[in-house]
C-alpha cells in the first residue's frame, strides 16, 4: 500500500519560516526579527478586543460589514471593493488560488516576499522572479519578463525585505506595460510608514482599471499580527471571486472589533508612524558611524549589510547579537546572506541594537 500522494510541485515548497521568538536561557528578549509594531496595539483596540470575550461563541460577521465601512471612511473608498481575511498573507494566496493554475507563472521581483513563490507552487505554477537594481525592483525587468503564460504580477511596494520602494509614476507605468489580462498585486503592508510625497498606495490605480488589487494589513502600524487582519480593495469583479472562495468567517469577531477600534485610533497611528521615522533615522545615522551599510529605507524596518570575512560578516553579526538577546532576521532565504534585516523597535531596544554592534565591530 501507498501513501496519499500530494499534487505535483507541493513537496517543492520550502515552507515559510517566521522571525524567532525565543532565546534558550535568556529571560528578557529584544526581538526584532519580524516588523512588528513597535508601539504594539492601540489601546482602544486592546479594549475592543477584550470586549468579544462574552460572545466567543457566536459566528463573527461573514461580511465584515462594520470594519470594511471604518476601512472606507478612513481613506475614501468605495465598501463594496474591500474584502477582508486572515491576514493579507490569506488574501495573496487566495488571488492566486482564484486566478493561477497549473502550467500558469507568477512574476515578482528578485528579493520580494517569500509568500508569492510559495503561492505559485502550491497553485502548480511556476515562479518568477525578475531582477532588481540597486535592490529595488525594475519596472522594466519585470515588464520584460512577462510571458503569455504570466497570470499575476505580485509588486511589495515597500519591499520587504530591502525597504526600498517605487514611486507612485513607476508603478502606474508597470500596470499599463502589463497585459489586461494579467492582475497586477500591490502588496501595501508598510504603506503607512512611508512618508515620501511621489509614494502612492495603489488604491487610485485599483479604481481606475479591472486588473489592480491593493493588499493591506494591521500586522504592522497597527501591532496586531497576532489577530491575522488584513484587507484588499480590489475591482468588483476580483472582489466577487474573492467572496466566493474565502471561508465564510474567515475573520474572527475579536479580530473585526479590533481592527475597526485600531483604524478609528487616528492619534495612535499617527504617533507610531512618528516614532517609527525619527527612530529609523537616529538608527540609519548610527549604523553609518559604525562603518555599516544601511539600505535606504521607508518601512518599519532596515536592511543592514555586512562586509565579507569570519567574524565580520552577517552570520557572526547575527550570533553576537543573539548572545546579547537580540533577534533580528537573517536574510539567507531572500538571497541576501550578507545581509540582517532589523526591525525598528522601542527607544531602548534601539539603542541596546546599536550599542552591540557597536562592540561587535569594536567601535
Known amino acids: 500500500m501507498t501513501s496519499p500522494i500530494p499534487r505535483p510541485g507541493i513537496l517543492d515548497i520550502s515552507p515559510y519560516v517566521g522571525g524567532q521568538s525565543k532565546l534558550t536561557g535568556v529571560d528578557r528578549v529584544i526581538k526584532l526579527s519580524s516588523n512588528e509594531g513597535a508601539l504594539g496595539a492601540s489601546p482602544k ?29 478612513r481613506h475614501g473608498l468605495d465598501v463594496d471593493r474591500i474584502v477582508c481575511g486572515s491576514g493579507s498573507d490569506e488574501l495573496l494566496q487566495l488571488l492566486v488560488r482564484g486566478y493561477v493554475g497549473p502550467d500558469d507563472e507568477v512574476l515578482y521581483s528578485r528579493h520580494g516576499f ?38 499575476i504580477v505580485f509588486i511589495a511596494n515597500p519591499n520587504n525585505p530591502t525597504g526600498t520602494y517605487l514611486p507612485a509614476a513607476e508603478i502606474k507605468r508597470l500596470r499599463d506595460g502589463l497585459p489586461d489580462h494579467v492582475l497586477l498585486v500591490i502588496d501595501s503592508a508598510y504603506a503607512e510608514f512611508v512618508d515620501r510625497n511621489d509614494y502612492g498606495s495603489g488604491a487610485d490605480l485599483v479604481e481606475a482599471g479591472d486588473n489592480v488589487v491593493m493588499t493591506r494589513t494591521f500586522s504592522k502600524i497597527y501591532g496586531m499580527g497576532g489577530l491575522r487582519l488584513g484587507w484588499a480593495y480590489c475591482p468588483p469583479a476580483v472582489a466577487d471571486v474573492l467572496n466566493r472562495i474565502r471561508g465564510p468567517f474567515n475573520v474572527s469577531s ?11 485610533d487616528t492619534a495612535f497611528v499617527d504617533l507610531a508612524r512618528r516614532h517609527n521615522s525619527y527612530w529609523r533615522e537616529w ?13 535606504p529605507s521607508v518601512a518599519n524596518f532596515v536592511l543592514v549589510r ?14 553576537f547579537l543573539r548572545s546579547k538577546g537580540i533577534i533580528v532576521r537573517a536574510m539567507d532565504s531572500y538571497g541576501l546572506p550578507d545581509s540582517l534585516r532589523i526591525t525598528i523597535g522601542r527607544d531602548d531596544e534601539m539603542q541596546a541594537v546599536i550599542a552591540a554592534l557597536s562592540e561587535f565591530r569594536g567601535a
Not at 254 to 262: D, K, N, P, R, V
Not at 283 to 295: C, S
Request: glycine content about 10%; hydrophobic content about 50%.
Open 45 to 73: 483596540a486592546m479594549a475592543a478586543y477584550r470586549a468579544t470575550a462574552g460572545d466567543m461563541h457566536r459566528y463573527p460577521d461573514g461580511h465584515a460589514t462594520a470594519l470594511r465601512g471604518a476601512l472606507a471612511a
Open 114 to 151: 517569500l509568500v508569492y513563490p510559495i503561492a505559485a507552487k502550491a497553485s502548480g505554477a511556476t515562479p518568477v522572479a525578475a531582477d532588481e537594481v540597486e535592490l529595488t525592483a525594475s519596472v522594466d525587468h519585470l515588464l520584460a519578463a512577462v510571458t503569455g503564460r504570466t497570470r
Open 254 to 264: 475579536a479580530a473585526l472589533a479590533a481592527g475597526q477600534a485600531a483604524v478609528e
Open 283 to 295: 538608527f540609519t545615522e548610527k549604523l553609518a558611524g559604525l562603518g555599516l551599510e544601511a539600505v
Open 306 to 319: 555586512f562586509p565579507e570575512g569570519a567574524g565580520r560578516n552577517a552570520p557572526a553579526a547575527d550570533a
